[in-house]
């Protein structure tokens, strides 16, 4: 267990490294251009890679499915006594918005490597190709309800390069082509470097928080919801309803409680929806998953002596 906690530490320098040099540079470090290399460059690769990785098989297709549904389920009980909880309209909509929207990309493909090794990257990656779509339709329909359509949010995901790297990989896949040895190497660069960029910029976003600027409220509230409810709601249907193995409920569920998306704050913006609560949310989603780190590690192994 010593050993499963030890190899996920480097993952937290990285995010360490980003907040640090943030600190330093402060104005010359620009996230947004960084956000822009690893979004348009490096992603697209290093979905390319994940989702080529291992063939096409039942699992594979349904692991996914199955994240969305927990996901859909936990967000109707969310509806359920949302407006029992705020008072405000602005706040229930960023509950609703960013409380399931997890940082399966930045967080969680390297975390599944460190856990599981490099043959869970196909299944981390497809997951957060759900989670994407997830973030650009539901999420955004709760981030700017009267001012962007359903319609309009559907049309925005095929404006993601990732989107289409994705599609074409799963073909690829699909006919059964294989990467060349030559090419691997080089796709594996792209595809590590574009995760150690994303954990960097992670730490950078995670500087501009502070702490008067956090509304306790809805934080944890928010963390309640990713870090409790929607992992035990997994865990149940997982448990009763399903018949994945071992290896993969252990990655379903460690991708349902990844810590808020940097991405959240992105909308925000965009939407003028609260901007510095969101990053705040997200910084106390993330310190509630360090401090549970060790007893997610603990019910993984307990449940599916996987990790």
């Not at 030890?6 to 980003?18: A, D, E, N, T």
């Not at 290093?46 to 499915?65: A, H, R």
């Not at 493909?109 to 196909?122: D, K, T």
């Amino acid at each position: 267990m010593i050993e499963a906690i030890l190899s996920v530490l480097p993952i937290y320098f990285f995010i360490l490294l980003g907040f640090l040099a943030k600190r330093k540079f402060k104005l010359e470090l620009d996230e947004k251009s960084l956000v822009l290399i690893s979004l348009y460059i490096l992603q697209p690769i290093m979905i390319f890679w994940g989702l080529t990785k291992e063939p096409i098989n039942y699992d594979f297709l349904v692991s996914p499915l199955f994240f969305l549904f927990c996901m859909m389920l936990t967000l109707f009980l969310m509806l359920l006594y949302s407006k029992f909880v705020f008072n405000v309209k602005s706040d229930e909509n960023i509950f609703l918005a960013t409380a399931l929207v997890g940082n399966t990309g930045n967080l969680g493909i390297p975390l599944g490597i460190a856990l599981f090794g490099e043959q869970s990257v196909p299944y981390t990656s497809i997951m957060n190709i759900a989670n994407i779509f997830f973030m650009y339709t539901v999420s955004i329909y709760f981030f700017a309800r009267e001012k962007y359509s359903f319609k309009d949010s559907l049309k925005s995901i095929f404006k993601i390069p990732v989107i289409w790297f994705a599609f074409f990989a799963l073909l690829y896949n699909y006919f059964g082509f294989k990467i060349p040895d030559n090419l691997e190497f080089t796709l594996q660069m792209g595809a590590y470097s574009s995760l150690t960029l994303q954990l960097i910029i992670f730490g950078a976003y995670l500087y501009s928080v502070r702490l008067k600027t956090i509304d306790w409220n809805l934080s944890l509230q928010i963390s309640f919801v990713k870090h409790i409810l929607l992992p035990i709601i997994g865990i149940i249907l997982i448990v009763f309803f399903t018949n994945f193995n071992s290896f993969i409920s252990s990655i379903i569920v460690m991708q349902l409680l990844m810590p808020l998306a940097v991405n959240n704050v992105n909308f925000s913006v965009l939407y003028s929806t609260k901007p510095s609560l969101v990053a705040a949310t997200i910084l106390v989603s993330s310190f509630v998953f360090i401090v549970l780190l060790h007893f997610y590690i603990e019910i993984l192994n307990y449940l599916f002596k996987i990790v």
